[in-house]
């Protein structure tokens, strides 16, 4: 076992800036945009980095699929902890289409070429919202999977995991090689400060493209229209009780 | 100013000024009152006080990564998990 772990990290609008949709309603506005790592990804590194700590893994690897710009991302990932980086350069319409299936391809390459034990990625980014991309990719090594990880152990070759899922906390055991799936609650991450941004940048980035993987990012998928939610509509007042059932009944609602 | 203090106090304004760039109220807010923090102690000579003010600093950088990390962990729970009965 190589002790490897490949952590996937994604470039997302920060979760604090307000979205607007582009008035062509192709999608959302993300130039000059604040631009940060996805939460849930954070706390994938944090994991990878808490392992490698406890001396349980021996090497942490950051991957980031998209433009030049991810590689701020990786830089992030290495200020928390992570030995090395991968950046996956797909720009252009490329990076427009590419999803959880790509990605996942990408990611299941990439497991293979560096011989990794464990890929840990956060259970989705808050701009798609696919929770899909752990998954995919699990099953395109079919390696078991832990995703809504809240807690994480290994144990010989095998990892112990609490998954939170709806009707409370389900405990699973897998075997190793797996992919790991990171929730809210499975850690805090560490903030990159600046003298840990500065330590990162000796570490090296290598920049692949998804071709050299053997990879096509064509998308099976198109995307018509992207509009706001509708506007919430503002509110009526009624005198009585009566007047009340009879808008409810007026507006279909009883 | 002693010379390791003096390289201590620039670190930690670098340090605080790095982070003050996500604060909810405005980089620019932040920096201006980070600044006039860091002047009204500016004639500070004695190393045993500079160094408290160190260590305030350092203790408002952690207080300043806890504010962040719960900011983000509120609006994430808020935004992907029910809310508790």
């Known amino acids: 076992m190589s002790g ?10 920060d979760y604090a800036v307000k979205i607007r949709v582009k008035p062509d309603n192709t999608g959302v506005v993300t130039d000059g945009v604040k631009h940060s790592m996805n939460p849930f990804c954070e706390i994938a590194v944090e994991e990878a980095v808490k392992l490698k700590e406890k001396k349980l893994i021996k090497e942490v690897v950051a991957v980031s699929c998209g433009p030049q710009q991810s590689q701020e991302t990786i830089r992030t990932a290495l200020a928390m ?19 959880p299936l790509q990605v996942s391809k990408i990611l299941a390459a990439l497991a293979k070429q560096e011989d990794a034990q464990l890929i840990l990625l956060g259970k989705q980014a808050i701009d798609d919202d696919c929770n899909q991309t752990g998954q995919m990719t699990a099953a395109l090594l079919d390696w078991p999977q832990g995703t809504f990880a809240s807690e994480v152990s290994l144990e ?7 998954r939170e899922i709806d009707g409370g ?13 990171a929730d809210l609650r499975l850690n805090t991450p560490r903030y990159a400060t600046l003298p840990n941004i500065m330590k990162a940048k000796k570490k090296k980035i290598a920049t692949v493209k998804p071709a050299d993987l053997g990879v096509d990012v064509t998308s099976r998928l198109e995307v018509l229209k992207v509009e706001e939610p509708p506007q919430r509509q503002a509110g009526m007042k009624v005198e009585t009780v009566e007047d009340l059932v009879v808008k409810l009944k007026e507006a279909g609602r009883v | 100013m ?6 201590e106090v620039i670190r930690l304004y670098k340090n605080l000024l790095y982070l003050g760039r996500e604060y909810p109220q405005g980089a620019a807010y932040f920096k201006q009152r980070l600044k006039s923090a860091f002047m009204k102690n500016k004639d500070v000579t004695d190393p045993e006080k500079i160094k408290q ?27 992907y998990y029910e809310p508790e009965k």
Do not use: Q
């Not at chain 1, 902890?81 to 999803?99: C, P, Q, T």
């Not at chain 1, 010989?156 to 609490?162: A, T």
């Open chain 1, 4 to 13: 490897r772990v490949l952590v996937g990290v994604k470039r997302v609008i």
């Open chain 2, 2 to 7: 002693a010379n390791p203090l003096k390289t």
């Open chain 2, 53 to 79: 003010l160190v260590a305030r600093g350092d203790h408002v950088i952690k207080e300043l990564e806890a504010l962040y990390f719960l900011r983000k962990y509120r609006a994430m729970k808020k935004r």
């Open chain 1, 169 to 181: 906390l389900e405990h699973i055991k897998i075997n190793t090689p797996a992919v790991i799936t």
């Open chain 1, 156 to 162: 010989g070759d095998k990892i112990n995991l609490v």
């Open chain 1, 81 to 99: 902890g992570a030995d090395r980086g991968i950046h996956v350069d797909v720009s252009g319409k490329d990076y427009e289409n590419l999803g």
